[in-house]
């Protein structure tokens, strides 16, 4: 019986090393835990038949601090982010979000690289990486760059990394301040999100980013700078109104969206005073 999965050509490899050269000569896809890519591959959504299974590429799990950066290998993956003790100390609203992610299986196979990679409006933990100035690793077969990652999406599911390039890390400068994240979906937990909110504040400093309200996750700048020059609550949240441009869908509506995302900022303004 053919399945989805019946005319894939799947090549695994072990090494970082020998993933940028696979990405080098042939045209494959990086697939680790396969969260998302299967669910694609199963609705015929996906064009892509010729993959690289990266699961293996012990490289790329370490969780540690750099110069005061926090490092995420691209295969951590959200049960990694939940029992981590540094992430706990550093970003504790990164396992606020992992916890969220589906159920335990999702979790234990879900990758933080995966979920940067996919690219969707909708990812959990995009909003927590926009909103703390986190940077994308990406490494080729001829050497390495790192992209400011509320820089790194071109469009909706669209990025700025390379076919030959691979997520091999994400790091995150120290962060100061209050952290709060919230997700709004049809049920607690194993939904996709309506809207999903991460912030910072630091007196009426506060960085600020939602996602599914827009074709990439949105770091919301003009709101942050109405909120640091005084503005009152109420007049931030109709300048956030105007920043975000949700769409109706089979998961909400535009206007719900906007509503939601409003009462998400004030709360966030007042549970973080």
């Excluded at 890519?37 to 064009?47: I, R, S």
């Excluded at 003790?85 to 933080?112: C, H, K, Y």
Aim: hydrophobic share 45%; aromatic share 6%; net charge positive.
């Amino acid at each position: 019986m053919k399945t989805a999965i019946s005319t894939l050509d799947v090549r695994g490899v072990t090494t970082v090393r020998d993933a940028l050269a696979a990405l080098r000569d042939e045209e494959r896809t990086p697939i680790a835990g396969a969260t998302d890519l299967f669910v694609a591959l199963n609705f015929g959504t996906l064009a892509s038949r010729r993959f690289l299974d990266i699961w293996r590429v012990d490289e790329l799990r370490g969780i540690a601090v750099n110069a005061d950066a926090l490092v995420i290998g691209a295969l951590v993956t959200y049960t990694d982010l939940i029992r981590s003790p540094i992430i706990a100390a550093r970003l504790p609203m990164l396992i606020e979000a992992s916890r969220l992610v589906g159920g335990p299986q999702i979790q234990n196979r879900g990758t933080i690289g995966g979920n940067i990679a996919n690219a969707s409006p909708a990812g959990d933990s995009l909003p927590i990486l926009a909103a703390v100035d986190a940077t994308v690793v990406l490494r080729s077969a001829t050497g390495e760059r790192r992209v400011g990652f509320n820089e790194f999406y071109s469009g909706y599911r669209a990025s700025v990394r390379r076919p030959d390039e691979l997520i091999v890390a994400v790091e995150i400068p120290a962060v100061s301040g209050r952290q709060w994240f919230r997700k709004v979906g049809t049920r607690a937990a194993q939904a996709i999100s309506k809207v999903v909110i991460a912030g910072v504040r630091d007196g009426r400093a506060a960085r600020i980013a939602l996602g599914s309200v827009a074709p990439t996750v949105v770091r919301a700048r003009r709101t942050e700078e109405a909120l640091a020059n005084g503005a009152s609550i109420d007049d931030a949240v109709e300048v956030l109104r105007r920043e975000i441009v949700p769409i109706d869908d089979v998961r909400s509506t535009a206007e719900y969206r906007r509503l939601v995302s409003g009462n998400l900022v004030r709360r966030f303004w007042t549970e973080t005073r």
